[in-house]
């Protein structure tokens, strides 16, 4: 099964499943998936707990012992494996230890982001059937304000549209410091209702973007949106190469799929693909907003500015990269 963090408690009790998959891009998530699994386990008698890591020549023989001896303190024990990359020899293993699972014995399984593939593998499907899948991915940024608000909620402070969407701007993409200064408002304003002018003296703000949210934003058709985070990763340095050649092949492959939409479906490409379904919607939404020839005109601009950036790096190609991104939006 699987679910959000916020659904994770709710799964715990009254019993803990045999296993629990951990998987997603976001550290601060992924910990306090492990916390609260851990505190719900240890108030059900897993008062043992051996964390062995899956990443090169690992101790196999020591986990499976583990799993084959009883508990010296306690009936029951916690198995916590983490890996940061999928192999041969890993999820060999994982399979092999998957008919040890029983109930004197918690599997938690914690790793980095999982793509469809990966997802449909045979250990995971298996251990998934078994037990939850929390997904600890950062929230896209339609699901960002609902993030904040129950947080908010949690530490019994109360907020505005106006305020959570200050709040997204200025913390979207690193929920960590988002926690953290939010756990400093409710210590400045107990239990209060947050008003903007209280916000913007109190917080500090920590916002961080990813090349690949900027083409999300792009692709959504947002334009306020994409210039915000171009403005931020230019002041963090990120490379005008790397974020042109990245905005060309991303156009390169739209313009593909728009020309084999004519004979098929774009559904059924997208499906062929195997985008992730928030992406597809995203893309599909794009195909309908721009034709063959717009696209196949931003793959000329984008050819143009790269070239330009080989030649000379300078302020008046970032000017050209934000006009291309204008009209993609």
């Not at 109190?202 to 947002?222: C, K």
Request: net charge neutral; hydrophobic share 40%.
């Amino acid at each position: 099964m699987r679910i959000y963090p916020e659904q994770l408690l709710q799964h715990l009790k009254p019993q803990l499943p045999n296993c629990c998959l951990i998987f997603g891009d976001e550290a601060l998530l992924s910990l306090e998936a492990l916390e609260q699994i851990q505190q719900v386990g240890k108030s059900q008698g897993y008062l043992e707990k051996f964390s062995f890591s899956l990443e090169g020549k690992f101790a196999s023989d020591l986990i499976f012992s583990e799993f084959n001896s009883r508990s010296l303190f306690s009936e029951k024990k916690i198995i916590e494996l983490t890996f940061s990359k999928t192999s041969k020899e890993n999820t060999a293993f994982i399979r092999e230890i998957t008919p040890l699972l029983n109930p004197d014995i918690l599997l938690v399984l914690q790793g980095p982001k999982l793509n469809s593939q990966q997802m449909g593998s045979v250990w995971f499907k298996t251990l998934e059937q078994q037990g939850i899948f929390v997904s600890t991915n950062s929230p896209p940024a339609h699901r960002f304000p609902q993030w904040i608000f129950q947080r908010l909620k949690s530490l019994q402070l109360h907020a505005s549209k106006e305020v959570v969407d200050y709040l997204c701007v200025h913390f979207e993409g690193n929920l960590l410091a988002a926690k953290q200064e939010f756990e400093k408002l409710s210590l400045l304003y107990p239990k209060q209702h947050l008003t903007l002018q209280l916000v913007e003296q109190s917080i500090t703000t920590y916002n961080h973007f990813t090349l690949f949210q900027w083409i999300d934003s792009l692709l959504a058709g947002d334009p306020t949106r994409a210039a915000r985070i171009l403005a931020q990763l230019k002041a963090e340095g990120s490379e005008l190469l790397l974020l042109s050649t990245a905005l060309s092949n991303e156009i390169q492959k739209l313009l593909k799929l728009s020309y084999q939409s004519q004979h098929t479906p774009i559904a059924q490409l997208l499906s062929l693909q195997k985008i992730w379904p928030a992406k597809q919607k995203l893309t599909s939404d794009l195909l309908l907003r721009l034709d063959s020839s717009q696209l196949e005109g931003l793959v000329i601009e984008c050819a143009a500015l790269e070239i330009a950036v080989k030649v000379e790096n300078s302020d008046n190609n970032w000017l050209k990269l934000e006009a291309v991104t204008a009209c993609f939006c």
